[in-house]
């Protein structure tokens, strides 16, 4: 049993800042309260206790490319099969990148995050590579897959199916490119198997203008209405809604993957995320290609916050920012976890508190070194206190 005394604790789902102390027992907090103390103690006296991070959407593989085909355009530089990651991907060792996907695994434990999403390349042999790197990561990776196969629409739809069958034995669900790369008929069948498995589908959407006029020109639809026909759970990206895109996104109860860092470095735009957050619509962020972006949840935050409040010319809460790396993911996901309430999983970080806004400390100012603490199930992972 442990118990966190001292500390500011952002509790619930609405992330209400009280003083209590948090009871945990084997993987679970058990308790919130002002006076028990039971079992070791750590004294989280001048910290912030918060929920850990959920990153809900990376492409680890490309750790091995990091800032490589920067000013190229998009499908240059991560289209498959032909991009600069694929072909630098092709080149390296498995145990290289191996190696570097361990030092991302690291690295995103230390910046507080618990919990991440996957986009897996290379089919089988990719979703190997990944279990392999984090065999001694005490992280949460979630996977989601695919297949070479999927792009090939002449492949028969038995041997598809089976494919898809397959695959879902090794992980948690399909995550595709793009609707460049499948036809509606193959995501169809995708979806249909992951809801019938009860495991994840995702796709990237609407990233970008161009993408979503050449579907409208292609099938009358836009990238969105097709993935919400498909029957997705969940939708990265919707940097370019058209038409009725979020009103639908919102209806059907969709949650969706925002990437702003990504879209920034990509140069293909904003995200609308007042929008998003007006129609109510469950969003989650993610950092998106290691290529790009450092799996840094606290720098994607930040960039969420400002960026979205420079182009609005608005006020956006913090805390509906912090919401996006917890409580939001956590739903989209179906976890138990990504708030500090009882009976929820103990996935807490302590972090020194930097100013008089617990919220804001964490997303303006906290740096990896300020973490003190990160407890995943119940398990200290590591700490900086005495
Ligand atoms: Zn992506």
Redesign the pocket.
């Known amino acids: 049993m442990i118990t966190i005394k001292n500390a500011h604790v952002l509790y619930g789902e609405n992330m209400d800042l009280c003083k209590a102390n948090i009871i945990i027992e084997e993987n679970e907090i058990i308790e919130v309260s002002e006076k028990l103390l039971k079992g070791k103690i750590i004294d989280g006296k001048g910290c912030i206790a918060a929920p850990s991070l959920i990153n809900s959407?990376v492409?680890i593989g490309d750790s091995v490319a990091k800032d490589m085909g920067d000013g190229y355009s998009i499908d240059k530089i991560v289209k498959p099969p032909n991009g600069i990651k694929h072909q630098i991907l092709a080149k390296t060792s498995s145990q290289d990148i191996i190696e570097a996907i361990q030092c991302t695994l690291d690295l995103m434990l230390q910046t507080g995050t618990s919990t991440f999403v996957d986009?897996r390349e290379g089919g089988f042999e990719g979703i190997d590579l990944l279990k392999k790197a984090g065999i001694n990561s005490s992280i949460t990776k979630i996977i989601l897959g695919r297949h070479e196969s999927f792009y090939n629409s002449n492949n028969s739809r038995s041997e598809l199916k089976k494919t898809v069958e397959m695959i879902l034995k090794s992980c948690d669900g399909i995550g595709l490119s793009g609707f460049g790369e499948v036809d509606d008929e193959i995501t169809t069948i995708i979806t249909d198997i992951c809801r019938k498995n009860s495991k994840l589908s995702s796709i990237?959407v609407a990233e970008y203008e161009e993408l979503q006029i050449s579907s409208l020109k292609l099938t009358g639809k836009t990238e969105v209405e097709r993935a919400l026909k498909a029957g997705f759970d969940l939708l990265?990206h919707v940097t370019f809604p058209l038409n009725d895109d979020l009103k639908l996104i919102s209806e059907t109860g969709t949650s969706v993957v925002s990437?702003p860092r990504?879209n920034g470095s990509l140069c293909v735009g904003i995200p609308p995320l007042k929008e998003m957050l007006d129609l109510g619509i469950n969003i989650c962020l993610g950092t998106?290609?290691l290529m790009f972006n450092s799996p840094n949840m606290f720098s994607e935050m930040e960039f969420a916050l400002k960026v979205t409040r420079a182009y609005y010319k608005e006020y956006i809460s913090p805390v509906e920012i912090f919401k996006m790396a917890t409580v939001n993911p956590a739903k989209a996901l179906q976890l138990n976890s990504g708030m500090i309430k009882e009976g929820k999983l103990a996935d807490i970080m302590l972090v020194n508190g930097l100013s008089g806004d617990p919220i804001l400390s964490l997303i303006n100012r906290t740096q990896t070194q300020k973490i003190n603490a990160l407890i995943k199930e119940g398990n200290i992972v590591f700490k900086r206190y005495k």
């Open positions: 959407h492409h986009f990237h990265i990437c990504s998106d290609n």
